[in-house]
């Protein structure tokens, strides 16, 4: 049954790509309002398993629980997830202010509550005195909160951010995370953020789960983590990679 503890309960996840398993039988839960950084070195897997979770992903077996509600066979649509990514993709030709409002727009939402949610989300992401600009007169930081926003705005259930600050100068990288961070805390958001970077994943993270190839080796808090690893791949990922 639905508690904050399996808000997000992958089971027995399976996923093979031309007879390749990539994925293999891979179980979590993840619980309601907190930050889980997927982390792991390229190839590991993160990526695949978090395509499942949104949806975009050819055929797996397994199954995916969120909030109560079996989404394994849900269209993307359907799933009331969000999805950032590392290109931020953004409208080049609407402002600031109609790239944020898309999603509400698309919705059929009332001008009035329009203006309300795009402005509260302007105040969030500070970018209030923005809201007219087109993405090309924005900094890349900038672009990525007005990505973030434009999810954030549509109140999904759950938001998966891969690698979202991966295009961005080392400083901004530093901000933007905290930001993800304070955003994720004032408005109460589950979020997966997905990293082959450790210190970005302790730095920001309740929970992590490490990944090596398509396999679960270890999920707890940063500080679980580094006192306590549970197998030698943890040890050594963590141990070289300070
Ligand atoms: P990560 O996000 O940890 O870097 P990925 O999820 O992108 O890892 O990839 C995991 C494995 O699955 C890799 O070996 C990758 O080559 C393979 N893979 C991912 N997507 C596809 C695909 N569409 N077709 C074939 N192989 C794929």
Redesign the pocket.
């Known amino acids: 049954m639905v508690n904050t503890d399996n808000f997000l309960s992958v089971s027995h996840l399976n996923i093979s790509?031309?007879g390749?398993t990539?994925i293999k039988d891979l179980s979590f839960n993840i619980k309601k309002g907190t930050l889980t950084s997927f982390l792991?070195?390229?190839?590991?897997?993160?990526?695949?398993?978090l395509?499942a979770i949104a949806g975009l992903n050819q055929a797996f077996a397994g199954q995916i629980m969120l909030d109560g509600q079996d989404i394994t066979n849900l269209q993307p649509n359907q799933r009331n997830i969000g999805m950032i990514f590392q290109s931020y993709a953004l409208f080049p030709n609407l402002t600031v202010f109609d790239n944020i409002a898309y999603g509400l727009r698309v919705q059929k939402k009332s001008k009035a509550e329009i203006e309300k949610a795009v402005t509260d989300m302007l105040a969030v992401i500070g970018l209030t005195e923005r809201r007219d600009y087109y993405p090309a007169n924005l900094s890349g930081g900038q672009r990525q909160r007005v990505a973030i926003a434009r999810s954030m705005v549509l109140e999904p259930k759950l938001l998966l951010l891969d690698e979202p600050l991966s295009a961005l100068d080392a400083k901004t990288r530093v901000e933007l995370r905290n930001q993800i961070k304070r955003y994720q805390q004032e408005l109460g958001i589950t979020m997966i953020f997905?990293t082959?970077d450790q210190t970005e994943a302790m730095a920001i993270s309740d929970d992590v789960l490490i990944?090596s190839l398509?396999e679960l080796e270890q999920q707890g808090s940063a500080m679980d983590i580094y006192t306590n690893p549970k197998t030698m791949f943890v040890a050594d990922f963590i141990g070289n990679h300070n």
């Open positions: 790509f031309n390749n990539v792991g070195p390229s190839g590991s897997g993160k990526t695949t398993v395509r997905v082959h990944m398509g």
